[in-house]
C-alpha cells in the first residue's frame, strides 16, 4: 500500500519485515526489488531479484523485474551520461563506500583509466569483476 503512495521508505520497511518474518516470501522480495528500481538503486534490486529468484526461478515478476533493472543499467551506460540521483545513492550505500575506500580497488581502477592489458587482466578476477559490476550498477562507475 504504501508504495502506490509512493511512501518508498516506508513501504522498504515493510518488506523488511516480511522478509524477517519469512525469508523466503518471493513476493516480499519482488516488492523491495521494485522499490529499489525506483529508489534508482540498481545496484541493490539487482541483488534483491536474483536472490529472489534463487528461491523462485520461475517467478515472472522477479524476472521481469531482474530484466528491467539490468536494461535500465545499460542504458544508462550507452548514454554516457551521469545520473546524479543514481550516483547519490550509489555513494550513499555503506557496501558502495567500503569498494571505493578499498586501496587495492583504488589501484584497479586507476590502472585501468591507464592501461587496457591492465584492465582485461582485472576483469578475469570474479571477485573484482563482482566489485566494478555494482559500481556500474550503483551508478558510481561509467565503462566505456
Same mark, same amino acid.
Given at each position: 500500500a504504501y508504495t502506490k503512495l509512493t511512501e518508498f521508505v516506508? %513501504?522498504? =520497511?515493510?518488506?523488511?519485515? @516480511?522478509? !524477517? &518474518? +519469512? #525469508?523466503t516470501y518471493v513476493k516480499?522480495?519482488?516488492?523491495?526489488?521494485?522499490?529499489?528500481?525506483?529508489?534508482?538503486?540498481?545496484?541493490? %534490486?539487482? =541483488?534483491?531479484?536474483?536472490? @529472489?529468484? !534463487? &528461491? +523462485? #526461478?520461475e517467478n515472472a515478476e522477479c524476472q521481469q523485474g531482474l530484466q528491467?533493472?539490468?536494461?535500465?543499467?545499460?542504458?544508462?551506460q550507452r548514454s554516457? =551520461?551521469?545520473?546524479?540521483?543514481?550516483?547519490?545513492?550509489g555513494m550513499a550505500?555503506?557496501?558502495?563506500?567500503s569498494i571505493?575506500?578499498?586501496p587495492m580497488m583504488n589501484t584497479i581502477l586507476r590502472e585501468?583509466?591507464?592501461?587496457?592489458a591492465a584492465a582485461q587482466r582485472h576483469l578475469n578476477d570474479p571477485i573484482v569483476m563482482n566489485k566494478l559490476n555494482k559500481l556500474i550498477?550503483?551508478?558510481v562507475l561509467q565503462v566505456k
Open positions: 516506508r %513501504a522498504r =520497511e515493510d518488506c523488511a519485515k @516480511a522478509i !524477517e &518474518l +519469512d #525469508p516480499a522480495w519482488s516488492r523491495r526489488g521494485a522499490i529499489e528500481f525506483f529508489l534508482k538503486e540498481y545496484h541493490k %534490486a539487482l =541483488e534483491t531479484y536474483q536472490h @529472489a529468484l !534463487e &528461491l +523462485d #526461478p528491467r533493472t539490468m536494461a535500465k543499467i545499460q542504458e544508462a554516457g =551520461e551521469v545520473d546524479q540521483e543514481r550516483a547519490a545513492h550505500d555503506p557496501e558502495i563506500q571505493l575506500a578499498d585501468m583509466q591507464e592501461d587496457p550498477a550503483a551508478g
